[in-house]
């Protein structure tokens, strides 16, 4: 690998984003290729990728990581720039790897398939990129294959993604007849010979009237945002194709424009010009600076950082490989400065002093030395040992941190338990270095339960963690449904009385407790009230029947679980001066308490969730009529930015356990949703046995 240094303006850092099978990776390899950095195009089917070489990916025959691919390339203005491409995966459950791969990129190019055309992953990337500002563009791939239909998937991205998009190529021929492309702005036709290379040709008569008429679009496109080229235009003086570039580029950068290209990376068809595109219309790091956090707490200011290799170092860390050689490898953006092999650099968040003691610059697994990065560039280091995920490093006395963005939040979860005991010891560390390597996996130790919760964007996405896990690692695990933490209250009062007597020859036990039982308010919790008068029980062993109360609440009352929302009064008892103790009062308390729940009325409270569901138009009713089906009650409906329709419920959280599989099905991946605790309901009576019988937990392993 190259590693000779590029200035920042030459720098392009470039996601490579798209719907799952669209062929982003392929064209990765391509370009790869193209520019000679590996020996030939790779696939992840047969396993010769250099992106997609982890055996959870060549098992599936997709991408399941983000992947970084640096290459040089000589423009076609005799610069060389370098290019670091940012593979990202297509499947929707691997989404957060798209989100790590977009916080860094200067330019996002959207892979559509012209036998697939826009699938539903394409439309909430798009948005996505939109909504946190990543200028993009599109590359039509597949234009060899059969069914392949450019003009089709260009009606589609106008009427599906919006306006702004400008198709800058034509493809001559289609499917096996592909045989090059025709530049509207040049008006040249390029054919393309075996292993990419092309020369250019006479427009081919079949193409060029369309090929006029989408030129003179493409021109009026461009000229009406910049206002002294409009006037040029109008006036007769049309501008040259370098000028119509550069106009371009800074439309491109401003997000409002958005360049159509195409080809094919099986037989090489317009991937050169691809590269040649990314160079001259991409936008550079020097043109897009870092927005930051600087000061603390509440001081903190907004403030951009330009991309500037002469000031003070700043790099923000967006992705974690553990490496079974090196460690830990924390994959970096330079803010600004120039990072230096051992240079010493302070986390923003723990105040940690981390030394780099190897850089890298990385190629799928590949590691190669490197000993400065420039601003704007993407490398690695290694051994750090307090960085995470998100983490910004920043000179001693320079308080600034890139502020973490919004994302969607993981929502399908199952419950781990370790294998065997030598597991239990390694799995509560391996899942931590899985989660700093992928911070969108969420894994939770939840108490009320005693259940451990690996929650991931879908079932693909949990179901490779855990090979990960086994693979990585070597911690093998068990899984079971995540419980849902059901509680218990009264719905009325009684009195009751809870009695120890017992002789075993020297001291006995002895302890009377008298006790009202009554409910208080939801979410009103405990509260203990000693009316004790006359010293029926004396003060000190008050505390002990508090206590033998609080203890039965907690390990369940007549359904078995957690007892909530009750008054408890200590009004009476009795004690012997010899035989009574704090463990014969808090034994006494206990059987008081559970006799009184009995006699009150014990009822089994679910916890209900706010669930947002937000589905374009055609799919509400579906969604409405499943959240029905689910016990919920829908609150109501509203419309968002994008003219979808948003759904708030109320939902028995017992009732989503597969809601985000349920949901991705139900709409053909059109719809998400957010669901948060709000508040606890009365379970009706006929699901009580069946949720008892769900909560009780499996036999434990023999180890």
Not at 32 to 45: H, M, Q, S, T, Y
Not at 136 to 145: A, H, N, P, Q, T
Not at 366 to 381: M, R
Not at 387 to 392: A, K, Q, V, Y
Request: glycine residues 10%; proline residues 5%.
């Amino acid at each position: 690998m190259s590693v000779s240094s590029i200035p920042t303006e030459r720098i392009r850092n470039v996601a490579l984003v798209g719907h799952s099978g669209a062929g982003s990776t392929t064209l990765a390899e391509a370009l790869l290729a193209r520019a000679g950095a590996v020996p030939r195009v790779g696939k992840v089917d047969d396993g010769t990728s250099v992106l997609d070489t982890e055996p959870e990916s060549i098992k599936r025959k997709i991408s399941l990581s983000m992947t970084l691919a640096p290459f040089e390339w000589k423009a076609p203005d005799g610069q060389t720039y370098k290019i670091n491409l940012l593979d990202t995966p297509g499947y929707p459950d691997f989404v957060g790897e798209v989100e790590a791969a977009l916080s860094v990129a200067d330019l996002a190019v959207f892979v559509v398939s012209a036998v697939d055309g826009v699938q539903v992953q394409t439309e909430m990337l798009w948005r996505r990129a939109a909504q946190i500002g990543v200028p993009r563009m599109v590359f039509v791939s597949k234009e060899d294959k059969e069914r392949a239909d450019f003009h089709a998937v260009l009606d589609q991205l106008r009427a599906r993604l919006g306006h702004g998009f400008i198709p800058l190529e034509l493809p001559l021929g289609e499917a096996h007849t592909l045989h090059g492309v025709a530049d509207v702005l040049s008006e040249e036709a390029y054919e393309y010979e075996p292993g990419g290379t092309h020369h250019s040709e006479a427009m081919p008569a079949d193409v060029a009237d369309e090929e006029h008429r989408l030129h003179d679009e493409a021109i009026e496109e461009i000229v009406s945002g910049d206002d002294e080229q409009l006037e040029r235009y109008l006036s007769g003086d049309v501008p040259s194709v370098a000028e119509l570039e550069s106009s371009l580029a800074r439309e491109v950068l401003d997000g409002v424009e958005f360049p159509v290209l195409l080809g094919s990376a099986q037989t090489g068809v317009g991937v050169d010009r691809l590269a040649d595109f990314l160079c001259e219309l991409g936008p550079s790091p020097a043109s897009r600076p870092a927005a930051v956090q600087a000061g603390e707490g509440d001081a903190a200011l907004a403030v951009n950082v330009p991309a500037d290799a002469s000031a003070n170092p700043l790099a923000y860390v967006f992705k974690t490989i553990t490496d079974p050689f090196v460690g830990q490898l924390s994959i970096f953006k330079v803010l600004s400065g120039t990072l230096a092999t051992d240079q010493h650099l302070i986390n923003a968040r723990s105040g940690h002093d981390e030394r780099l003691h190897a850089l890298f610059a990385l190629r799928g697994k590949e590691q190669h030395p490197v000993t400065t990065v420039v601003a704007g560039d993407i490398a690695a280091v290694a051994k750090l040992s307090d960085t995470r995920t998100g983490d910004t490093l920043a000179p001693k006395g320079t308080p600034v941190r890139v502020a973490a963005t919004e994302g969607p939040v993981a929502q399908y979860g199952v419950a781990v338990t370790a294998a065997t005991q030598a597991d239990e010891d390694k799995m509560g560390p391996a899942l931590a270095k899985l989660q700093a390597e992928d911070p969108s996996l969420l894994v939770d130790r939840v108490e009320e339960t005693h259940q451990t919760v690996v929650r991931g964007f879908g079932d693909t996405h949990v179901a490779v963690t855990l090979e990960r896990l086994a693979r990585k690692f070597g911690v093998h695990v068990n899984t079971e449904p995540v419980r849902v933490p059901y509680r218990e209250t009264i719905t009325g009062s009684a009195e009751s009385e809870g009695k120890v007597k017992k002789q075993t020859g020297g001291h006995g036990q002895f302890a009377v407790v008298n006790m009202k039982v009554s409910a208080l308010g939801r979410g009103a919790g405990f509260e203990f009230v000693d009316s004790i008068v006359g010293g029926a029980i004396p003060r000190n062993y008050i505390p002990a029947v508090h206590k033998g109360v609080e203890e039965t609440m907690a390990h369940g009352g007549v359904h078995g679980f957690p007892v909530v929302d009750v008054r408890v009064e200590c009004v009476d008892g009795k004690f012997h001066a010899v035989d009574s103790s704090e463990m014969a009062f808090k034994t006494a308390a206990a059987q008081g308490f559970k006799d009184g729940l009995a006699a009150a009325g014990s009822v089994v409270l679910e916890p209900i969730s706010l669930v947002r569901v937000t589905v374009p138009n055609d799919h509400q009713g579906d969604v409405m009529g499943d959240i029905n089906t689910r016990r919920g009650r829908v609150q109501g409906t509203e419309a968002d930015e994008h003219g979808d329709q948003v759904v708030s419920a109320l939902v028995p959280t017992g009732e989503l356990g597969r809601y985000a599989v349920d949901l991705r099905s139900m709409t053909g991946g059109r719809g998400s949703f957010t669901a948060q605790h709000d508040h606890y309901d009365v379970l009706p009576a006929h699901l009580v046995d069946k949720v008892k019988a769900a909560a009780q937990p499996p036999a434990p392993a023999k180890h």
